[in-house]
């Protein structure tokens, strides 16, 4: 079991250094935004994981909050496109 939580964390690391190495670099606003999406949905599988692992649900209020975070964050980004492409 311990070489599965090493393997799954070198592979979240991977994903969370790629996504923010994204965001810093661009080089479109759209490659940022889809970058953040991708690192919060990393940082909630990193939470999911330590809750299966650890078996405990005391981080699912913040699994929450990040989800609707990266939700409102989504929608809000399309319409705010969506509005510059009308004028």
């Known amino acids: 079991m311990q070489i599965a939580i090493i393997v799954a964390g070198v592979f979240f690391s991977i994903g969370a250094v790629a996504a923010l190495y994204r965001v810093i670099t661009g080089p479109s606003l759209l490659d940022r935004v889809i ?3 991708v690192f919060v949905a990393t940082v909630m599988c990193v939470l999911g994981s330590e809750m ?33 492409d009308e004028t």
């Open 35 to 37: 970058a953040s999406d």
């Open 52 to 84: 299966a692992f650890n078996g405990h649900t005391e981080t699912l209020p913040v699994l929450l909050v990040l989800a609707a975070f990266g939700f409102l964050g989504s929608v809000s980004f399309a319409r705010f496109m969506a509005k510059q």
